[in-house]
Nanobody, 123 residues
């Protein structure tokens, strides 16, 4: 069992930046694929970004590519999501999730989830 904890959400103006963090106390987390998902009110949870076990391979949703960057620091057992040029449509609860397998965009294939952190982008 891996317990994930997100932090770093908040209120920011359009065009601003935030960095989300996803940490775990279990060392196994550093060897898991990790993804970020988001869910806006009234919408389904959607894929945002994912990073491979090694951190070499990254994948992004079209809507965030070029603005968001996912990275991991294995020494700190943490995965980050740097969000730049934020837009009001980025407003959502952001979740990190992990799995002991290959990178996937499908939320149904992730085994472990955090509680989420709220991001609000004002216009």
């Amino acid at each position: 069992q891996v317990q994930l904890v997100e932090s770093g959400g908040g209120l920011v103006q359009a065009g601003g930046s935030l960095r989300l963090s996803c940490g775990a106390s279990e060392r196994a987390f550093s060897s898991y694929v990790t993804g970020w998902f988001r869910q806006a009110p009234g919408k389904e949870r959607e894929f945002v970004a994912a990073i491979s076990r090694s951190g070499v391979a990254t994948h992004y949703a079209v809507s965030v590519k070029g603005r968001f960057t996912i990275s991991r620091d294995s020494a700190k057992n943490t995965v980050y999501l740097q969000m730049n040029s934020l837009k009001p449509e980025d407003t959502a609860v952001y979740y990190c999730a992990s799995r002991d397998g290959t990178v996937t965009f499908s939320r149904n294939l992730y085994d472990y989830w955090g509680q989420g952190t709220q991001v609000v982008v004002s216009s």
